[in-house]
């Protein structure tokens, strides 16, 4: 069964970096674009960006100043690292696979000082 | 940017009921694309309806989803109890990709 396995919850300090992994357990994992969602709590749904099977990238606004996605054929990993981290960034941030069919479990970033 | 908005914030029924949501764009979403998601607490969300009108696969066919210009509608025919989540709309026709407020229908 195809999935996608996101790395665990971090907790960081504003100013601070995180870097976050969306594993593919398939091997059509070159073929498709994934993209990076994220829910702050009791919030919906941001649309952060996405990278393509080439790895271009397309970032929303918002986050280009500060985000890099990134992805690793050997390893069917696409990566997320988000700079300049805020209470603000506290959120779920979901990878998802093209148009959103499949998933990652979810993993919580929270920012505190 | 696109912006979705989506109608009503919270759809109050009862199971057995048809329920309607709305996501309206503001301009045109290129090419249909505009997808549905169903969200229940603590679970990412499951895409239900991509392309507009298309049932993503294992969507049951009390889901449907319509176009009329920049206005979206998401119908359930009739609720089952697992059907009570929130409902997001979506439109990735054009970067940056936006995602509607939610709709959470409730009992």
């Known amino acids: 069964q195809v999935q996608l396995l996101q790395s665990g919850a971090e907790v960081k300090k504003p100013g601070a970096s995180v870097m976050l992994s969306c594993t593919a357990s398939?091997?059509?994992?070159?073929?498709?674009?994934f993209h990076w969602v994220r829910q702050a709590p009791g919030q919906g749904l941001e649309w952060m960006g996405m990278?393509?099977?080439?790895?271009?990238?397309g970032y929303a606004p918002k986050f280009r100043a500060r985000v890099t996605m990134t992805r690793d054929t050997s390893t069917t990993t696409v990566y997320m690292e988000l700079n300049s981290l805020t209470v603000e960034d506290t959120a779920v941030y979901y990878c998802?696979?093209?148009?959103?069919?499949?998933w990652g479990q979810g993993a919580l970033v929270t920012v505190s000082s | 940017d696109i912006v979705l908005t989506q109608s009503p914030a919270t759809l109050s029924l009862s199971p057995g009921d048809r329920a309607t949501l709305s996501c309206r764009a503001s301009q045109s979403v290129t090419k249909s694309f505009l997808s549905w998601f169903q969200q229940k607490p603590g679970q990412p969300p499951r895409l239900l309806i991509y392309g507009a009108s298309s049932r993503a696969t294992g969507t049951p066919d009390r889901f449907s989803g319509s176009e009329s210009g920049t206005d979206f509608t998401l119908t359930i025919s009739r609720l089952e109890p697992e059907d009570f989540a929130v409902y997001y709309c979506?439109?990735?026709?054009?970067?940056?990709?936006?995602f509607g407020g939610g709709t959470k229908v409730e009992i």
């Open positions: 998802a696979r093209a148009l959103g069919d499949l």
């Open positions: 979506h439109q990735y026709g054009t970067i940056p990709f936006t």
């Open positions: 990278i393509s099977p080439s790895g271009g990238t």
């Open positions: 398939e091997y059509t994992f070159n073929t498709y674009y």
